[in-house]
């Protein structure tokens, strides 16, 4: 198995904010690299694949980036309807999730 | 549109088992590889299974082997997670999966979930 670890466990923003969270391999999964969303009580979304691919119907402030070991999920001007949980996943392997981050207001 | 529809889930002792269900339709579900996924209150996902399209190829997370085991009929356009020797750590809500390519793990559509809890 390929562990991830995602940076940081929680973050508080404001609206406008440009936000970045991390995650890291101890090996390379090339560009085996999924981001998800999640809000309270829902059902989590497929917001970014293959590190960078923007999922249909995923507005553009969002985007992916990285390779190898180390990725980046940037949210270039945080709206309210994105205070969430953001999970990484990695498809390279057995297919498991970091740890989230929970994006909090300000 | 691609449905994934579970169930199966409800209230178990520790020890006691339980069969959930992912009734699929919307699309080839014969050609498509499947995953159960699970997330215990407050905390994060966690993969559990897949099985391949034809069910001749099987994982599973080392917290449920031995324990779970995933099939499928492709007949019936379901997907099945056998939970036996249920743990309280094993509270949680478990989905059923999609790819969004006929093979790997990238999850593009996802059931509503079906809460299993263990607990005397």
């Known amino acids: 198995d390929i562990p991830l670890t995602q940076s940081p466990s929680s973050l508080s923003a404001s609206v406008g904010d440009r936000v970045t969270i991390t995650c890291r391999t101890s090996q390379s999964i090339s560009n085996y690299l999924n981001w998800y969303q999640q809000k309270p009580g829902k059902v989590p979304k497929l917001l970014i694949y293959s590190v960078s691919s923007l999922q249909t119907g995923v507005p553009p402030r969002f985007s992916g980036s990285g390779s190898g070991t180390d990725f980046t999920l940037t949210i270039t001007s945080l709206q309210p309807e994105d205070f969430a949980t953001y999970y990484c996943?990695?498809?390279?392997?057995?297919?498991?999730f970091g740890q989230g981050t929970r994006v909090e207001i300000k | 549109q691609v449905q994934l529809v579970e169930s199966g889930g409800g209230l178990v002792k520790p020890g006691g088992s339980l069969r959930l269900s992912c009734a699929a339709s919307?699309?080839?579900?014969?050609?498509?590889?499947m995953s159960w996924v699970r997330q215990a209150p407050g905390k994060g996902l966690e993969w559990v299974s897949y099985?391949?399209?034809?069910?001749?190829?099987?994982k599973y997370a080392d917290s449920v082997k031995g324990r779970f085991t995933i099939s499928r009929d492709n007949a019936k356009n379901s997907l099945y997670l056998q939970m036996n020797n249920l743990r309280a750590e094993d509270t949680a809500v478990y989905y059923c999966a999609r790819p969004q390519y006929s093979s790997g793990w990238t999850y593009e559509y996802w059931g509503q979930g079906t809460l299993v809890t263990v607990s005397s």
């Open positions: 996943q990695q498809s390279y392997s057995n297919p498991l």
């Open positions: 919307g699309f080839s579900f014969s050609d498509y590889y």
């Open positions: 099985i391949s399209s034809s069910g001749s190829t099987i």
